[in-house]
């Protein structure tokens, strides 16, 4: 099977998070998008991230009723830092029977070469880079590597900065976020956070 591999924080899963892994899949890009909550991306700062938890939990919430879109928490029995190499190979030895098409955005194409044998990734795996509001497309370069497609999916001007910031006003995350993510992040999370003390 032909798996879509989306690694990010998700901090928090917003609508343009799961709007491209739906279209990934109705398209048929990919026939399964597996969604993986990175606990720690070595190329972000740590602050201001929110609990594995808390991500989890919105992930969920946030999947529901979207046919295709899968929850793979492999990052979580892997040691830190989380490279992409490391999840990729890992996730081979434990599915050798599916294909795996790592989904990232044209921002990271840009700076692709930083990655943790970038190299390696281009030879052994797929890539599936899709526009980012702001970041040219680099056609040229991606010609150079039959492992690399660029996908025309739509453009969401939506970021998970904002959305705390958003967050910490008190204005609501209407059109942002999944409701039920909405709910989870202003009453649940609080609930939950009161229980655990």
């Not at 030879?123 to 690399?148: C, E, F, M």
């Not at 904002?162 to 204005?171: M, N, P, V, W, Y």
């Amino acid at each position: 099977m032909k798996i879509g591999i989306y690694s990010g924080s998700f901090n928090p899963v917003h609508l343009g998070h799961i709007a491209l892994a739906d279209f990934l899949v109705q398209e048929r890009v990919v026939e399964e998008v597996w969604l993986i909550r990175s606990p720690q991306n070595p190329l972000k700062q740590s602050s201001g991230l929110m609990s594995n938890l808390a991500r989890q939990e919105m992930l969920e919430l946030a999947i529901e009723g979207h046919a295709g879109l899968k929850i793979c928490n492999i990052e979580d029995r892997l040691p830190l830092p989380n490279y992409t190499v490391r999840t990729l190979d890992a996730l081979k030895t434990e599915y050798p029977q599916h294909e795996f098409h790592l989904i990232i955005g044209a921002d990271n194409w840009q700076i692709f070469t930083r990655w943790r044998e970038w190299e390696k990734i281009l030879n052994d795996y797929h890539l599936i880079v899709y526009p980012r509001p702001g970041y040219p497309w680099d056609v040229t370069s991606a010609k150079q590597y039959p492992t690399v497609r660029m996908v025309e999916a739509p453009q969401y001007d939506i970021s998970s900065t904002q959305i705390r910031e958003r967050l910490t006003q008190g204005l609501s995350l209407s059109g942002w976020v999944d409701p039920n993510v909405e709910k989870y992040l202003y009453h649940d999370s609080t609930q939950n956070r009161k229980r655990r003390i």
